[in-house]
């Protein structure tokens, strides 16, 4: 997928998964005990152990990125004039 200009996340627990969470577009840890590794790697982190938890990650991300999109094109508006 990465290859075809994709995104791939990878949702993992972080027992020996650094590897392959650092290699994901998108990368998810699952916060358990000795993942340290796992969590400084991630873009986002689930905290109790809840799948359902990524579609609010992901509701949260959109919302960000549409704020950030639109700042953005406040600044450049500003900017021309």
């Given at each position: 997928m990465q290859k075809e200009g994709l995104?791939?996340?990878?949702v993992r627990d972080g027992i020996n998964d650094a590897p392959a969470l650092a290699a994901a577009?998108?990368?998810?840890?699952?916060a358990m005990s000795d993942t340290d590794v796992a969590l400084e790697?991630?873009?986002a982190v689930i905290l109790h152990r809840r799948i359902e938890d990524i579609s609010r990650i992901l509701r949260?991300?959109?919302g960000n990125?549409?704020?950030?999109?639109?700042?953005?094109r406040q600044a450049r508006?500003?900017?021309s004039s």
């Amino acid at each position: 997928m990465q290859k075809e200009g994709l995104n791939a996340a990878k949702v993992r627990d972080g027992i020996n998964d650094a590897p392959a969470l650092a290699a994901a577009g998108i990368r998810i840890a699952i916060a358990m005990s000795d993942t340290d590794v796992a969590l400084e790697t991630a873009d986002a982190v689930i905290l109790h152990r809840r799948i359902e938890d990524i579609s609010r990650i992901l509701r949260l991300s959109r919302g960000n990125l549409r704020v950030r999109q639109s700042a953005l094109r406040q600044a450049r508006r500003f900017a021309s004039s």
